[in-house]
């Protein structure tokens, strides 16, 4: 499985650290938010170096959908409710100005990343009184928003909230030349940290006046206690050629709907969202795939591919302080679904803290905001931890190994225990341990992507145990049969 972003472009490989440095600021993960920050770091006179554990963005950047929107669903009615209109405004502010900022350094740097204007719309196939009161809100929050009846698409649709110029591009070809002036290692893996000093995998020591964790999710675990306030939810992607140009981006208003956008020739056709772990049946390309056959006939599979999104209790995203106790780190995780404007939106409001600057849009992302809300989801989202939890020791694994047809996973049971276990076609066996070496909940298999992930904080391993997300450090203790 490979997007069409890594398909359409390759980055530069940049080497592995090999020597012990001073710095005033190192950012940790080479994603599209680490790498906005060191970009703004940079323009700010700031001497920072990113340390990335695989490449450069070779994580959930390389897996977007890449729409630069200040549309996230159905936000702003919520935001207003839920934070007030001066946080409200904050947080359509931010990311409108996000988009303005992606066009102003595509435009000064004449970046050539496929990048164009689109409006994006949220449409609904049900509700038209909640699209209209989002549209309302959206516009009295002063964004371009307006409602709209028909949109092309071949829906049904009760109708559709339109923002105006907003856009669309490849994140790759964009990342690639932001990235080529900033001093990056990758395949450096931070393993320790201590009051200012990082210890890499190689056992280099990095000190650095302040350190931002750009790593999608948190690992280290407390302070902070992310993996407390966040769970990850994974959603799904095909690209197809043979569609038609829609002429826009969009979103289904109803959660587990689908979305739409062209790049270039082809058609992106992305939904199927679920939390980590809870895909045991599988069959979320098929469903995509089958309903694209229904609504763009004789429309033709390129390529397909997942993406990992982090889920804050109370759908803002953390961007700022790391936490009340280290007041020299910074944090940008929890994007939901819309990494392209929060990481634009992270690297602007860090780079202004690091440089001692009063940014207006900062106080609704900030970390150490707390609500009702937050206790409430962090306790179902716990309850979720503890079933998983409880799990591994007790519940009866469902089969034996003599049970598994080639190309499937199960947890099975034997006189070892409960082991998590894939035949290949060729027959071979691939024995993993399936407890998450993060907090140590039960993991479970994920057909669609013969991979092994956590329900609890969204870690996730492939068939052999080799860590694809964290908040885990480690691989899964594995052999083969
Ligand atoms: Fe936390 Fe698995 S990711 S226990």
Not at 201 to 214: D, Y
Not at 265 to 275: A, D, K, S, V
Request: charged residues 25%; aromatic residues 10%.
């Amino acid at each position: 499985m490979q997007s069409i972003w890594t398909k359409t472009c390759e980055i530069e490989k940049r080497d592995a650290i090999h020597k012990d440095m001073k710095c005033n600021t190192a950012v940790i993960g080479a994603g599209l938010a680490g790498i906005l920050t060191g970009y703004r770091l940079k323009e700010k006179g700031i001497d920072a170096v990113i340390l990335e554990a695989s490449n450069i963005a070779g994580g959930q950047t390389k897996n977007t959908t890449a729409k630069i929107t200040s549309q996230h669903g159905s936000i702003y009615s919520r935001l207003l409710k839920q934070f007030g209109s001066e946080k409200a405004k904050q947080y359509a502010n931010a990311n409108q100005e996000a988009v303005k900022a992606y066009e102003s350094l595509v435009v000064s740097l004449n970046i050539d990343c496929d990048f164009e204007y689109a409006d994006a719309y949220i449409y609904s196939l049900s509700d038209e009184k909640m699209l209209v009161e989002e549209q309302k809100t959206a516009k009295l929050l002063g964004l371009p928003a307006e409602f709209v009846s028909s949109v092309k698409l071949p829906l049904r649709i009760k109708g559709a909230v339109k923002f105006t110029n907003q856009a669309q591009f490849n994140p790759l070809k964009f990342i690639k030349r932001i990235s080529s002036e900033l001093q990056i290692y990758e395949n450096t893996p931070v393993k320790a940290i201590e009051e200012n000093t990082l210890t890499t995998a190689t056992g280099n020591k990095i000190q650095a006046e302040n350190i931002v964790f750009a790593t999608h999710f948190p690992f280290i675990n407390s302070p902070g206690c992310y993996f407390a306030r966040m769970h990850q939810e994974r959603s799904y992607v095909v690209c197809f050629e043979n569609g038609a140009g829609i002429d826009g981006m969009y979103i289904d208003f109803e959660a587990g709907g689908l979305s739409f956008r062209n790049y270039n020739q082809y058609l992106l056709i992305g939904g199927e969202n679920h939390r980590t772990g809870e895909n045991t049946d599988g069959g979320r390309y098929n469903y995509i795939i089958n309903n694209a056959n229904q609504l763009f006939p004789g429309i033709k599979e390129v390529t397909r591919w997942s993406a990992q999104d982090c889920i804050t209790t109370d759908g803002v995203p953390y961007i700022g302080k790391y936490s009340t106790k280290t007041p020299d780190r910074y944090v940008a995780t929890g994007f939901m679904k819309w990494g392209m404007t929060s990481s634009m939106v992270s690297a602007e409001i860090i780079s202004d803290m690091i440089t001692g600057r009063k940014n207006k849009n900062a106080e609704v992302f900030s970390p150490q905001r707390y609500s009702v809300n937050d206790v409430k989801q962090t306790c179902v989202d716990e309850v979720k931890s503890i079933k998983c939890l409880i799990k591994e020791p007790l519940a009866p694994a469902p089969v034996t190994l003599s049970d598994l047809s080639p190309g499937h996973g199960k947890i099975v049971s034997d006189k070892d225990g409960k082991r998590g276990v894939y035949k290949d076609f060729d027959g071979t066996v691939y024995v993993v341990d399936i407890k998450c070496p993060h907090l140590g909940c039960q993991l479970e298999w994920n057909p669609d992507e013969k991979s092994w992930d956590c329900p609890c904080h969204g870690s996730r391993f492939d068939y052999r145990g080799k860590l694809i997300d964290n908040p885990a450090q480690k691989d899964l203790k594995g052999r083969t049969k």
